[in-house]
């Protein structure tokens, strides 16, 4: 059932529990996200970057996908199609027409008068088409380095401004985590998590979920985090799985056996988060 992330993450908000995003990037990837957590009556949301969806060939052709699959697979559990760091008023557009049901406009990068007036026009487009909005405020670190930069915390007062002047449906605050995997230990301010959390009243996502201890997970939770984003540790179980088997059967030339291969090590992968979050039997 494609439906928009209000009712997933309020629900979410209100139980102490946070809904997955899984990122797609294939046909398979798709599969196995909505198969292991239909298995576990999660709810998902199934995030797509924009370099993802050029991959894939184009918005509509995500959309479609999804679409198709939730069908054909008899998907009941809710499933949110959600454009992940859309970096343009554009973007969000394309995805918005196509079918997607929320997106995210990342416009961190600017100062935060301009983040506001970009992300006042997406809401704005969104909203006559029922769907969702979230946005990011301060600077989630970068693969690149692999470590949060203090001084790209989120302020608690340009998160509520942001808030407030927006209309937002979500907040993805900076508040330690990066993209990719971690050189060291996160550095998570729960401190200011929580302040945030309480004065702008809405569900709160964790951007660069992968890699962060479980206690710092449920800590996170608790503070008001009702979305996590998981992406690299999917990439790692895949292709771990994927390579073992092509070292026993280096014979094999066939694509759907080899992409196939990862697909126990990537749905093991996907139960640990499911029941870690806390979202298995939420749908």
Not at 40 to 51: D, F, Q, R
Not at 118 to 146: H, M, P, R, S, W
Not at 170 to 175: Q, R, S, V
Not at 189 to 211: A, C, Q, T, W, Y
């Amino acid at each position: 059932m494609l439906v928009n992330m209000k009712e997933m993450l309020n629900k979410a908000d209100s139980g102490k529990y946070a809904v997955p995003q899984f990122n797609i990037n294939n046909l398979e990837w798709t599969r196995f996200i909505l198969e292991e957590c239909q298995e576990l009556n999660s709810p998902v949301i199934l995030g797509v970057s924009e370099g993802a969806i050029k991959y894939m060939g184009g918005y509509k052709t995500v959309s479609n996908l999804v679409k198709s699959l939730i069908s054909d697979l008899n998907i009941t559990i809710p499933v949110a199609l959600h454009l992940d760091h859309g970096s343009s008023y554009e973007s969000c557009v394309k995805a918005i027409d196509n079918g997607f049901t929320s997106v995210m406009i990342d416009a961190s990068k600017y100062p935060l008068e301009e983040n506001i007036n970009i992300t006042k026009q997406v809401v704005l487009y969104a909203k006559d088409k029922n769907v969702t909005v979230e946005a990011e405020v301060g600077a989630v670190g970068g693969e690149e380095d692999g470590v949060a930069n203090e001084l790209a915390y989120a302020k608690i007062e340009d998160a509520v401004k942001l808030v407030d002047s927006t209309n937002i449906d979500f907040l993805a605050p900076a508040l330690g985590s990066v993209h990719g995997i971690y050189k060291g230990k996160p550095k998570l301010d729960f401190i200011r998590m929580e302040k945030i959390h309480k004065l702008v009243n809405i569900p709160l996502v964790l951007h660069g979920g992968s890699g962060i201890p479980d206690d710092l997970i449920q800590k996170a939770i608790s503070c008001g985090i009702c979305k996590i984003n998981i992406n690299t540790e999917l990439q790692i179980a895949w292709s771990q799985g994927v390579r073992q088997f092509l070292q026993v059967n280096q014979k094999v030339y066939d694509p759907r056996k080899i992409i196939k291969a990862g697909e126990k090590a990537m749905k093991e992968m996907i139960k640990e988060k499911v029941i870690l979050f806390g979202s298995n039997d939420r749908a």
